[in-house]
């Protein structure tokens, strides 16, 4: 659901978050679950180079458990879906995307924040195992 964006009928700023997020407003989804998808996996980074944050920022950024674990999946399944770990999936979304493409530079700048949700997250798992 979070890259719902990426639909090509959605697009229309080409920012998918924040075009998923609108999609998802329009359609009645759950105000929580909208704002949880604009700004999944450190899309403020992104939207500040892109010179979007102000529309983002309409949204409201949740810093909590579920927005960690939303990360967490999102930056521990590879483009495909297979299961990978945190730094083979910076790494491949750092390979994909060329160095100085606002994607690249977006990723560089957010490593430690995506790192902090990842780790809080796997420390959440241990802590509370099924
Ligand atoms: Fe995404």
């Known amino acids: 659901m979070h890259d719902i964006g990426y639909a090509p009928s959605l697009a229309r700023s080409g920012f998918h978050p924040l075009d998923g997020a609108r999609w998802l407003q329009a359609q009645g989804a759950d105000?929580?679950?909208?704002?949880?998808?604009?700004?999944?996996?450190g899309a403020l980074f992104e939207a500040e180079r892109r010179g979007l944050a102000d529309q983002l920022s309409v949204f409201a950024r949740e810093e909590s458990a579920t927005s960690d674990a939303l990360w967490y999946a999102d930056l521990t399944s590879g483009p495909t879906g297979c299961a990978t770990t945190f730094e083979a999936r910076v790494e491949e979304i750092l390979t994909r995307y060329a160095p100085g493409s606002v994607v690249h530079e977006s990723i560089s700048a957010a490593r430690l924040t995506l790192a902090g949700a990842v780790r809080r997250t796997r420390e959440r798992l241990t802590a509370y195992p099924r």
Request: contains cysteine; hydrophobic residues 45%.
């Open 31 to 41: 105000e929580r679950m909208v704002c949880l998808v604009a700004h999944h996996t």
